[in-house]
């Protein structure tokens, strides 16, 4: 029986894949979306409203239960989420001599979207021409915010946003946000703080509900985000997009197919499918499509790109440049400030849970158009 031959194959089914089926199916394409990790429930796999008290542990396992963790992912990897990240000492990577890179990995339907941090700043004007707009170092992007800001607007309408209501300088907002969270006491006692050097505090875009949408219920404040969102309060491709897909006839999801290669058709010099692996049964397959959306994440996309050198590609696919592998940036991580406020002492205690992520935040707000390597963009 001859195989099928997708419109498209998406490789991935989190931030970027989940979207990118998304869009694809309801424009009518016929889509495979092809996913490393598996389908999880939920009801089952999230213990939101599950406290520390009521795990062995407290959460924290067993001493060396998960190994040496890497930096950042001391605080990630707990007994409520060591069923859905993978433990690196059991899947192990390597790193250059003397670097560090804490490599996040969720292999399951919805990708990291089910555990993120649901900040959703968006890049301004300067961000993508800063070498022609601001101090000539670097290059510019080809594209403009201009020409991104519509699809900015699609994407915040699709997972809802709120917050970011405040137009600041080289920080847009969109049309389509919900209304911001209130802030917490010591983020007010920051704001007030900030704005007496003149700094401006807006609200944080958040991919949390303040109110309900689409179907969703808001966020009710239980604090425990970390541990996934059982009330589809927060976005997640698992819990918003494929519910909208789901029994649609020109989509398949296929789970538990681990990506390793492109097929190239030496004739036309494009993509024609992929190789894959079924992790259940370690066997084979291929799949076929006109267009392979690559959307494994950041590191495992480049992976794949690598793993699928041939006679014409012997340094990779995408590499002629030979930059195939660097120059990579993804997620940004920081540690969390606490300290005592004075001026709570003795005040009622007040809930100050809030969405478990920042209402508030800072906004870039020195732009030197000095050009100054040492403190460049500062």
């Given at each position: 029986m001859a195989q099928p031959v997708y419109d498209a194959i998406v490789v991935g089914s989190g931030a970027a894949g989940g979207i990118a089926a998304y869009v694809l199916t309801t424009k009518g394409l016929n889509v495979l979306c092809l996913e490393a990790g598996r389908m999880i429930d939920p009801a089952k796999d999230f213990y939101t409203h599950k406290f520390p008290y009521e795990w062995p542990h407290r959460g924290e396992g067993k001493p060396g239960q998960y190994g040496k963790l890497p930096q950042g992912m001391e605080w990630k990897i707990k007994e409520w989420t060591d069923h859905l990240y993978t433990i690196p000492e059991e899947d192990p990577y390597a790193v250059a001599p003397g670097s560090k890179f804490t490599w996040t990995r969720l292999r399951a339907v919805g990708g990291r979207t089910l555990l993120w941090g649901r900040g959703c700043d968006r890049f301004g004007p300067l961000d993508f021409k800063s070498k022609s707009m601001q101090d000539g170092w670097g290059e510019d992007w080809p594209i403009s915010y201009e020409d991104v800001d519509p699809y900015y607007d699609k994407v915040e309408a699709l997972i809802g946003v709120a917050g970011g209501s405040e137009d600041v300088y080289n920080t847009p907002t969109g049309k389509h946000l919900l209304p911001p969270f209130n802030a917490r006491c010591g983020e007010l006692l920051i704001k007030k703080g900030a704005e007496k050097l003149g700094i401006k505090v807006v609200p944080k875009p958040l991919a949390v509900l303040s109110q309900a949408y689409d179907g969703r219920p808001p966020c009710h404040f239980c604090g425990a985000c970390n541990h996934g969102c059982d009330?589809?309060?927060?976005?997640?491709?698992?819990?918003?997009?494929?519910?909208?897909?789901?029994?649609?006839?020109?989509?398949?999801?296929?789970?538990?197919?681990?990506?390793?290669?492109?097929?190239?058709d030496p004739a036309t010099g494009k993509a024609r499918g992929v190789t894959y692996i079924d992790t259940q049964n370690r066997l084979e397959y291929e799949a076929y499509g006109n267009v392979v959306v690559l959307a494994a994440s950041l590191v495992e996309s480049v992976r794949i790109l690598f793993n699928s050198r041939d006679r014409e590609y012997p340094q990779g696919l995408a590499n002629s440049s030979g930059t195939l592998g660097r120059y990579l940036t993804e997620h940004v991580a920081f540690n969390n400030i606490e300290g005592f406020l004075p001026q709570l002492a003795g005040r009622p205690t007040t809930n100050d849970d809030g969405p478990g992520e920042s209402c508030l935040y800072i906004p870039r707000y020195h732009f030197g158009h000095k050009a100054n390597k040492k403190y460049l963009r500062g």
């Open positions: 009330t589809r309060s927060r976005y997640s491709a698992l819990e918003v997009v494929v519910p909208k897909l789901q029994g649609l006839p020109n989509f398949t999801l296929r789970p538990n197919a681990a990506v390793h290669t492109v097929l190239m």
